[in-house]
């Protein structure tokens, strides 16, 4: 399984994920051209791309879904809700394919399983994605371990995991109070910590990839998140590949 960060934050989320004859893109939040543009950039193409699937109906997440599904004929994969409020910010698409949170379905040759996220969204998930011998996981924009998440972590051979802010730099940042109140509430984004020690108290010896994303511009740096990761993790480090995915570039791909 190959895995491509094509783009990830509160300024867009994408990313690719492949395995034999399929490929799946999660998440389309920048606009259609970029998300081309990123994808030449790794040696990609969007025409190759056999489904779109969509965690929830934020601008940062589905900005390039419409547009991508209506041009390179791509069906996407969408809960109920999240398509009710985001209908009109997608416009026409080629196939819409609803799932239900928690239930397990198939493309092609993996097998994929939302996981209940909580975040302030109408169905929010995030991903588990199956091949026959590797897993991994996309889980951001929640804002506490659900139980889902928790047991997830568990099976999984990789994972790109929301480390969204440093608790510090949000307290004391410029953002208005009632900002501050939403990210950090159990609808809003996991902190460095709370990413770090999910991955040290759930995660198996069999994770081998971690990719830190959806980080603050303003209330967290690639620094600051991967020394809270390095601190909390420091037995671990050793049989782990870990980094913090970019806000402004396609971070690369990853072997699973």
Do not use: W
Request: hydrophobic share 35%; glycine share 8%.
């Amino acid at each position: 399984m190959e895995v491509s960060v094509i783009a990830s934050g509160s300024n867009g989320n994408c990313v690719l994920v492949e395995s034999k004859d399929t490929s799946l893109l999660f998440d389309a939040g920048k606009s259609a051209r970029e998300i081309e543009s990123r994808l030449d950039s790794l040696g990609k193409s969007i025409e190759n791309v056999n489904a779109i699937l969509v965690s929830h109906e934020h601008t940062d997440h589905i900005s390039g879904v419409g547009i991508l599904s209506r041009k390179y004929d791509i069906p996407v994969y969408i809960a109920r809700g999240t398509y009710s409020n985001a209908r009109f910010a997608l416009g026409d698409i080629f196939e819409r394919k609803t799932f239900s949170i928690n239930k397990e379905f198939k493309i092609r040759n993996l097998l994929l399983k939302p996981v209940k996220t909580s975040h302030d969204a109408a169905s929010p998930c995030g991903f588990m994605i199956k091949d026959r011998s590797k897993s991994f996981g996309i889980i951001t924009d929640t804002g506490y371990v659900t139980a889902e998440v928790n047991d997830a972590i568990k099976h999984l051979h990789g994972v790109l995991l929301e480390s969204n802010h440093d608790i510090d730099m949000l307290i004391n940042g410029h953002y208005p109070y009632f900002l501050k109140q939403r990210i950090s509430s159990r609808e809003g984004h996991l902190n460095n910590i709370t990413a770090s020690q999910l991955i040290k108290e759930q995660a198996s010896d069999k994770l081998g990839l971690v990719i830190l994303g959806h980080l603050s511009g303003n209330n967290n740096t690639p620094e600051i998140a991967k020394r809270t990761f390095e601190i909390l993790l420091k037995d671990k480090l050793k049989q782990m590949n870990y980094c913090t995915a970019s806000r402004e570039k396609a971070t690369g791909s990853f072997i699973i």
